[in-house]
């Protein structure tokens, strides 16, 4: 099968739709050497200068850790340091200018153990030092699912991890500094991140690729029983006001979708139309005011072309106002993250 390429998505060629329409992506990655990710084995600063260089108005963008470039030695805690290190790296290269207009990482987001409770402290200060100006806050993946077929990718892989006292404690450190936390999970654990969402909520939380919705292996051939509990967690979550959406990450395989399997790329068209269900339902819950749109680069790009997902987002968000696109392209993520 196909799966991805860049030889591939230029097989889809499209023209930019609103040009001038600011954009901030709020989500993407960097790494290097990780032959787990092939066919995009590395994806930094002049890859991803390649990909938002393409017509989009993309004027920033936010780094979200990626588990990469972790220091080799040391306290095991304080390892994920060494990613907020190398992206700040990668930030400064951005804003020499020599690789577009954009502001590459324009925040940063690395990875703390909140596990650690109290202990969590010291991490965050040593990751605060290695970025003073970009980094907001962290990303604790808590993705678990007890099928064994389903890929449990969390760092700190158990279930039951957002109930737990040590991480509430954990992040209630978070709040009171002012940093945010990104919410990945699988959408069997929506209900989980309301109640902690409820438990916490001097603290911002991002929910990630619209709820990690799964519909492949024990999944799939279930759509009516899955989408109705998708609906359900994402209403769960949206009802708390600390809460905000990224729409995207639909381009990963388990999502259900073939794009990554064809001959010839999606086009932004038939891509509005798939997606649009999705992500109108998730606008409709959580307002305009508290969604962004995503590009998950490089993990999406399995399935389509920055460009191409862009020219879809534009399609499908037609309906809305011009203070509603602003907000979900651009102001929203602008707003979350501080970008300055």
């Not at 017509?55 to 963008?61: A, F, I, Y």
């Not at 388990?254 to 997606?275: Q, V, Y």
Request: proline share 7%; hydrophobic share 40%; glycine share 8%.
């Amino acid at each position: 099968m196909p799966f991805g390429g860049n030889d591939w998505l230029e097989l889809t060629t499209e023209e930019t739709l609103e040009p001038d329409l600011p954009i901030c992506d709020p989500h993407h990655h960097f790494w290097d050497l990780r032959p787990e990710r092939i066919p995009y084995q590395r994806y930094l600063l002049p890859e991803l200068a390649a990909d938002i260089n393409l017509g989009h108005n993309v004027r920033s963008t936010v780094f979200i850790e990626a588990r990469a470039m972790y220091r080799a030695e040391g306290p095991e805690e304080l390892r994920p340091v060494g990613e907020v290190e190398f992206v700040q790296g990668q930030a400064a290269a951005s804003a020499s200018g020599l690789y577009g207009p954009g502001q590459a990482a324009a925040t940063i987001i690395g990875h703390a153990n909140l596990n650690l409770g109290a202990g969590v402290e010291p991490v965050l200060d040593a990751l605060q030092a290695a970025s003073p100006r970009r980094f907001r806050g962290i990303r604790h993946s808590v993705t678990w699912d007890p099928h064994p077929e389903m890929e449990n990718t969390a760092a700190h892989n158990m279930p039951g991890q957002l109930a737990a006292e040590n991480f509430r404690a954990g992040a209630r450190i978070l709040a009171d500094r002012g940093l945010s936390l990104e919410g990945w999970l699988y959408f069997p654990q929506l209900p989980e991140l309301a109640d902690f969402a409820k438990a916490t909520p001097d603290l911002t939380i991002i929910l990630n690729h619209i709820g990690g919705l799964l519909r492949v292996g024990p999944y799939a051939g279930r759509e009516e029983e899955v989408m109705g509990l998708w609906r359900s967690g994402i209403a769960a979550v949206a009802a708390c006001p600390n809460v905000v959406c990224k729409l995207g990450g639909i381009g990963m395989p388990r999502t259900g979708f073939d794009w990554h399997t064809r001959n010839r790329p999606i086009g932004s068209e038939e891509l509005a139309a798939d997606m649009a269900p999705l992500l109108h339902y998730c606008i409709e819950q959580f307002g305009p005011e508290r969604c962004m749109f995503e590009s998950n680069f490089p993990v999406d790009k399995v399935s389509y072309s920055h460009h191409v997902l862009y020219n879809a987002f534009k399609r499908l968000s037609a309906g809305y106002s011009a203070s509603e696109r602003a907000a979900m392209f651009h102001d929203t993520a602008a707003r979350v993250y501080r970008i300055e």
